[in-house]
């Protein structure tokens, strides 16, 4: 199968240069033509993702302020965490500084795409960002092997919430790839969608807290405090947003955060 497919790539490969010398009379329609379908198409998404952006300030103005005063925390907590000297961590916490990096790359491509009605490709980084967690406390446990998926279950109420984006990043899910795509025909319209995305939205945010609650402890602190009196106040009213909202269930009177 590889080696057919290589030589289908190869032929085709070949018949491109030839036409590009315009010694094949082939295909009927020239490049610069063929390509206005490409641009026509871009062009399309674009201008339908804008509609659905402007929608929003539809988004529960609670759940944006959360949002904003997580990565706020975790912008704050960044600021400082460049004290840290890779002579003075371990294998384990290089690991762990790789995947806060790399947590950190990705807060704007998940903001795009729920801002532009892209959800189903957000899901799939927001369970990406939720692997990120649970990776980041097995290296806390001691228990993360390298290239291995962590068994541990650090927030078992949102089990459900990584199954159900798991079907989704694998395309696996009937019911929930119709629902995206716009029912049956499928659409190819980015819509809006206020529930799923404050959905995945709280998904995120709780994302961000908890990759916060992991970065300030590999930050020397010279007090017994790692946040300061801010993050730890913004970070008190995220999860207060979460909880109000239901996303975070509360149990017993003073509940830890997750």
Not at 183 to 200: I, K, M, V, W, Y
């Amino acid at each position: 199968m590889l080696v057919t497919s290589l030589l289908s790539w190869q032929a085709a490969r070949k018949t491109w240069s030839s036409s590009l010398t315009d010694q094949n009379p082939n295909p009927a329609t020239l490049w610069a033509g063929f390509s206005g379908f490409a641009t026509t198409l871009r062009n399309k998404q674009t201008r339908l993702s804008f509609g659905v952006a402007e929608k929003w300030d539809d988004i529960d103005a609670n759940l944006i302020l959360a949002n904003e005063m997580a990565l706020a925390c975790l912008g704050s907590i960044l600021s400082r965490a460049g004290l840290v000297s890779c002579l003075e961590i371990n294998d384990s916490d290089r690991h762990r500084a790789a995947i806060h990096a790399d947590f950190v790359k990705g807060l704007q491509a998940v903001e795009f795409c729920l801002e532009r009605g892209l959800y189903s490709q957000a899901a799939t980084l927001v369970r990406r960002e939720m692997e990120a967690v649970n990776n980041l406390i097995a290296h806390r446990k001691g228990k993360q092997k390298d290239k291995r998926n962590p068994k541990n279950n650090p927030f078992p109420q949102l089990s459900q919430i990584y199954k159900s984006l798991s079907g989704i990043a694998h395309n696996a899910d009937r019911i929930a790839m119709a629902y995206l795509a716009g029912g049956s025909p499928a659409d190819t319209d980015p819509r809006f969608d206020q529930g799923f995305c404050e959905h995945l939205l709280e998904t995120h945010v709780h994302c961000m807290v908890a990759v916060c609650l992991d970065l300030v402890e590999t930050i020397p602190s010279t007090t017994p405090e790692r946040f300061n009196r801010d993050e730890e106040y913004y970070l008190q009213v995220t999860l207060g947003i979460l909880v109000d909202r239901g996303f975070i269930i509360e149990k017993g009177e003073n509940a830890p955060p997750p």
